[in-house]
């Protein structure tokens, strides 16, 4: 049976939904936390309530986004799927 690397999959998880260097910059994540996936991962649960990192995204967002003039282009409400859902 196949070792799962589940390191690695915090980091590409982590990478893929919180670009570090944007989230240092604006105050969320520190400098010490460059690379410690587990901490950042750690804020984010923290910061959101969460249990496991791999909640985010995991819920179906429902919303009316105005876009001016041009609103005739998307529904009435748009849909933003969970990040799980094919």
């Known amino acids: 049976m196949e070792k799962i690397d589940y390191d690695g999959v915090l980091e590409r998880f982590m990478k893929e939904f919180f670009p ?3 989230l240092k910059k604006a ?4 400098k010490e936390m460059k690379s410690d996936y587990p901490a950042q991962a750690k804020r984010v649960c923290d910061f959101f309530g969460f249990e496991t990192v791999y909640e985010y995204g995991a819920i179906e967002v429902r919303g009316h986004i105005s876009l001016g003039e041009n609103r ?3 529904p009435f409400v748009t849909v933003l799927n969970n990040i799980y859902k094919s």
Request: aromatic letters at 30%; hydrophobic letters at 20%.
């Open 20 to 22: 570090y260097p944007e």
């Open 27 to 30: 105050g969320f994540f520190t």
């Open 72 to 74: 005739n282009q998307e």
